[in-house]
C-alpha cells in the first residue's frame, strides 16, 4: 500500500469549534502546521468557520449535534475513528454561554442543569476520545480550556464558579487517569475574560483574543516545562506565533514505522 506524508500526519480534533475560543484553537492549529477535525452543530458558526478557512487544505468540518452523554461521545468516536487519519490532540472548548446569577437566588436544580450541561459533557468526550487516542504509536495530548471563574467565586456569577471549579478538578483526576493510557491530559485555565467581537467595545486590554488562547493552548503540544502539571495558566508569553510547526517532532518516527522516506516512496 503506498502511504504519502499527509496521510501519516496525525491530526488533531477541536470539540466546540463554531465557539469563539474554538475557532482560535483551529486558527493556531493551522497556523502550526497540524491537520484540523473541526466538530461542531451546523449553522451559521460553522459556516463562518469554514468561509474564514475556505484555503486551508488541512482544516475538515464534522457536523454533529452537542455532546450531552456517552452515547453521543460514543458516536463522535467511531465517526473519527472511521475517518482514518491518527489523533495526536484533542482540544474540548464545550460549554453554554455565561449567565449572571446568585446561588441564592435560584433553585438548587439550576445548578444541576448548569453541571449536566458544562461539566458531563466534558467527562463523556473524555471517556471515549482518550481511548481513541491511545490507539496511536505517538505522544498524545487532551486539552481542556477553562474560564477565569474557577479558582474563585465571581460574585454574581457563583454557578460558573461551581462548575468551572468541578471542571478543575476533573481535569486534574483526568491527569492521572490518562497517565497509563499514554495520554496527557491537561487544562488551559484562562485567568482573563476572551475579547470576543461582541465584548470588543467593552473589554479590558489585557483580555486576550481567541487566537491568543488557542496558541497557547497548541504550545502544549510541544512544551517540556509543563508536561507534569495537570492544570497551566494561560500567559501572553506562551501566545505567540509557532516558531516550528507541531509535526517535526514526530514526523520521522511515524514515516519510519510505515516505512516511507522523506522522499515520499514507501519502502518495498
Known amino acids: 500500500m503506498s502511504l504519502d506524508r499527509d496521510s501519516l500526519t496525525p491530526g488533531a480534533l477541536v470539540l466546540g469549534a463554531g465557539g469563539n475560543v474554538g475557532f482560535g484553537v483551529v486558527g493556531a492549529l493551522l497556523e502550526a502546521g497540524s491537520p484540523v477535525l473541526a466538530v461542531g452543530r451546523e449553522g451559521p458558526r460553522m459556516s463562518a468557520l469554514a468561509e474564514h478557512f475556505d484555503d486551508e487544505p488541512g482544516l475538515e468540518l464534522l457536523h454533529a449535534p452537542c455532546i450531552h452523554d456517552d452515547r453521543d461521545a460514543a458516536r463522535l468516536a467511531d465517526q473519527v475513528r472511521e475517518r482514518g487519519r491518527p489523533l495526536r490532540a484533542v482540544f474540548a472548548s464545550m460549554g453554554t454561554p455565561l449567565q449572571s446569577g446568585r446561588l441564592l437566588d435560584r433553585p438548587a436544580s439550576f445548578l444541576l442543569e448548569k453541571l449536566e450541561a458544562d461539566l458531563i459533557p466534558h467527562l463523556a468526550a473524555a471517556r471515549h476520545l482518550l481511548p481513541l487516542l491511545a490507539e496511536g504509536q505517538h505522544a498524545a495530548n487532551y486539552v481542556l480550556i477553562g474560564g477565569p471563574y474557577a479558582e474563585r467565586g465571581w460574585s454574581g456569577y457563583g454557578h460558573a464558579s461551581v462548575t468551572g471549579a468541578a471542571m ?17 491530559v491537561q487544562l488551559l485555565s484562562v485567568d482573563k475574560p476572551v475579547c470576543t467581537p461582541e465584548n470588543a467595545v467593552n473589554a479590558c486590554a489585557e483580555w486576550p483574543n481567541a487566537l491568543a488562547v488557542g496558541r497557547s493552548a497548541v ?27 507541531v509535526a517535526c517532532d514526530f514526523e520521522d518516527t511515524l514515516l519510519a514505522v510505515a516505512g516511507v522516506p522523506r522522499n515520499g516512496r514507501a519502502s518495498a
Not at 478543575?168 to 496527557?184: F, I, K, N, S, T
Not at 504550545?219 to 516545562?225: A, G, I, Q
Open 219 to 245: 504550545s502544549l503540544l510541544t512544551r517540556t516545562d509543563k508536561r507534569s502539571q495537570s492544570i497551566v495558566t494561560w500567559a501572553a508569553k506562551d501566545a505567540h506565533p509557532p516558531e516550528r510547526t
Open 168 to 184: 478543575r478538578m476533573l481535569a486534574q483526576v483526568l491527569h492521572e487517569e490518562a497517565h497509563v493510557l499514554g495520554v496527557r
